[in-house]
């Protein structure tokens, strides 16, 4: 009776529409339109009924409708597609401010959200800006991202490799922050490279070369740029549902027709274990198949930086070496189980196997090593310095730290040594800041090595003493020993494809 009576006097037709009446949304849009403000109408009977509780004398504002939706999503924790939409746009263009969205995110961490609104905030997102057009390019274009880690050089290796394959790059890339590095920093060690080049530029460099990094631009997911910066500062960055959006709607934005994820998990990653990694990789690997985006996933293991260097120009030279056919162990496992995901989206390998022949014989045979050289050179970089990676500058200052004990080592902290290449001037406490390049690590030693007391575990290369010293701390303490020998971990844990 109560049931009959609330649907008869708010919405005769909840039975019909299941609470959300596009007709009377529509309806009230136009009016809303026409009135130049809000004038009423399209809520589902949860806001209705909050509506009604909590602002019965209440004016039509912005700030009104939004109070509703915060109390809407903590009663019962499903906002409708038109609903999110409209957050989206009234908090981009300042209609809402910072602290409702401030509760609505807090409400969000609390109450998470399901597919169809975490579906929803992505496309809001994503539409907030400019979306790429990459159909003018020949082939399925393929997009990678890794969720940030330490030591992660793997799109400077892997993006040659796939273009040398015959399979288009289009790629848009971050800076670092905190103890994550980023491929934009590590694209700017080449001398002249620029990753600001116009639309145009970047799609015949596509076409021409098969592949083009360049930094997200301005107007590329805007919403996401404003949400994030919010997140930062009000403790709600660490929501699955608000990362997988901020991450799918840059991605979906870049326009390309796949995407691969690499999910990090471990200490030195957003996500610490490998079922939180999951979680989040599966909701993007949704997001990204609900968008029409063939997407797949890689779980990998950050509990130890990945390859043998942390920071911008030594990176860049592993990198290089990886192309020469010289990369350590875990990095090219990687590279290799995101290749195989990228081959596979691109139609181009059948299975894991086929595709690792592909990459090793593209490496072997330097063709991998020259797309890279003619993909620096496309984007102004000196490309004799892909060739002689000497030529790249060197820090003044090289420390090094040796091993207390005989032993094996235990654990190497990625989260501290990460810390201590920012504290070397390699990495960025804040978005400001201003780094050093030649600023970094090579590790000599990693998880499962014998060492012997005296023996080197890491260099620092810096150009400031005190920094070198606070540094050299940081990383003598990321190592643990044991007396008993253990293994390498593996790097690779889990594909998701499905
Ligand atoms: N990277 C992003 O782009 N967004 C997040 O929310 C987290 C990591």
Known sequence: VLVDAVVA??????????????????????????????????????????????????????????????????????????????????????????????????????????????????????????????????????????????????????????????????????????????????????????????????????????????????????????????????????????????????????????????????????????????????????????????????ITDMSQPLGNTVGNIVEVQEAIEALNGKGPKDLMDVVYALGYLMLKAAGVAEDEKEARTMMEKVIASGKALDKFADFVEAQGGRKEQVYHPQLLAKAAITETITAPEDGYVEALNAMAIGTACMSLGGGRATKESQIDLTAGIRLKKKIGDSVKKGECLAELYGNDAEKCNDAKELVQNAFLFSKEPLDAPETVLKYITA
Not at 123 to 129: E, P, T
Not at 233 to 262: F, N, P, Q, R, Y
């Open 9 to 298: 006097a708010e919405d005769s037709r909840f039975f019909e529409h299941n609470g959300f009446d596009l007709p009377r949304i529509v309806k009230a849009a136009l009016s809303n339109l026409k009135a130049g403000g809000i004038t009423g109408g399209g809520s589902t009977i949860t806001q209705q009924l909050i509506k009604k509780t909590y602002f019965p004398d209440a004016q039509k504002t912005y700030s009104r409708k939004l109070s509703e939706i915060i109390l809407a999503i903590q009663a019962d924790k499903a906002l409708s597609k038109e609903e999110i939409q409209w957050m989206i746009n009234a908090f981009t263009t300042g209609e809402i401010p910072d602290y409702q969205m401030s509760a609505m995110l807090m409400a969000i961490c609390f109450q998470g959200m399901n597919h169809d609104e975490t579906l929803a905030l992505t496309f809001a997102m994503r539409d907030s800006g400019d979306v790429l057009d990459l159909s003018g390019i020949k082939g399925v274009k393929v997009d990678k991202h890794s969720t940030g880690g330490v030591g992660d050089k793997t799109s400077l290796i892997l993006t040659p490799i796939i273009a040398a394959l015959g399979v288009p790059v289009a790629k848009m890339s971050g800076r670092g922050l905190g103890h994550t590095g980023g491929t934009i920093d590590k694209l700017e060690c080449f001398e002249g490279f620029s990753t600001s080049i116009s639309e145009e530029a970047f799609l015949k460099q596509v076409s021409e070369v098969g592949v083009a990094i360049a930094g997200q631009t301005a107007n590329l997911a805007p919403a996401d740029k404003k949400l994030y910066a919010l997140r930062d500062v009000t403790a709600t960055v660490a929501e699955k549902s608000l990362i997988a959006s901020s991450i799918m709607s840059k991605k979906l934005a870049s326009g390309s027709d796949a995407i691969v994820l690499d999910v990090k998990t471990g200490n030195g990653a957003f996500m610490q274990t490998v079922e939180k990694a999951e979680e989040l990789a599966r909701i993007m690997v949704a997001i990204g198949n609900g968008a029409g985006k063939k997407t797949y996933a890689v």
